[in-house]
């Protein structure tokens, strides 16, 4: 069972800037493909970022494409969100997923594609 925990959100003004952490207890996370997810107030979840398993290649939602990076580090067993430029829009709880794949290359943009979700950090942007 593979355990996660989400840190890094707050309170921050329109323009400002947060990187949230995920931290993974599983030893062997460079075979885990790792994602970030947000949920708005009555919204669904919805797809954020990805990364490969091996750090390679990364994936954005249309909607952060050039405001968001993610990027891991797997000898801490940490996957990271950087987020700049933050608008009011962005305001949602976030949540880094999980999912072992022996492939190094693939990722997944959909909920059910992760069997193993943090708790959440919440993430507000005044205006």
């Not at 707050?10 to 207890?25: E, M, P």
């Not at 390679?56 to 494409?65: E, F, I």
């Amino acid at each position: 069972q593979v355990q996660l925990v989400e840190s890094g959100g707050g309170l921050v003004q329109t323009g400002g800037s947060l990187r949230l952490s995920c931290a993974a207890s599983e030893r062997t996370f460079s075979n885990y493909i790792m994602g970030w997810f947000r949920q708005a107030p009555g919204k669904e979840r919805e797809f954020v970022a990805a990364i490969t398993s091996s750090g390679r290649r990364t994936y954005y939602a249309d909607s952060v494409k050039g405001q968001f990076t993610i990027s891991r580090d797997n000898a801490k067993g940490t996957v990271y969100l950087q987020m700049n430029s933050l608008k009011p829009e962005d305001t949602a709880v976030y949540y880094c997923a999980a999912q072992q794949s022996q492939y190094t290359t693939t990722v997944f943009t959909t909920t059910h594609g992760y069997a193993y979700w943090g708790q959440g950090t919440q993430v507000t942007v005044s205006s």
